[in-house]
Nanobody, 122 residues
């Protein structure tokens, strides 16, 4: 599966952005999906995950209550709604996919998109 992340940009603290991850192929609904992010000089970290049907979601503590992950299997697309953004949310955001459920570590995802930059600054 090929992944294409989009929707990043520059936003002020407290603002919102919605990221999208479009996928190719007809097997999108077979994959468990996740969002990760990587800030300059830091390791890539887990942000949120969603199971194949969208019935189960899980989040990093740092984004819980502010970010919402979702997916539309009819459009082969996953989303990350980000609200109440903070400067520390600044990073390149990556979407990832794998057949195995419940992953929150980089090595648990076999497929990655190219990333989209999110900058939170006044």
């Amino acid at each position: 599966v090929q992944l294409q992340a989009s929707g990043g940009g520059l936003v002020q603290p407290g603002g919102s952005l919605r990221l999208s991850c479009a996928t190719s192929g007809r097997t999108f609904s077979s994959y468990h999906m996740g969002w990760f992010r990587q800030a300059p000089g830091k390791e890539r970290e887990f942000v949120a995950g969603i199971n194949w049907s969208g019935s189960s979601t899980y989040y990093a503590d740092s984004v819980k209550g502010r970010f919402t992950i979702s997916r539309d299997n009819t459009k082969n697309t996953m989303y990350l709604q980000m609200n109440s953004l903070k400067p520390e949310d600044t990073a390149v955001y990556y979407c990832a996919a794998d057949y195995q459920p419940g992953g929150s570590r980089v090595h648990e995802y076999a497929h990655w998109g190219q990333g989209t930059q999110v900058t939170v600054s006044s």
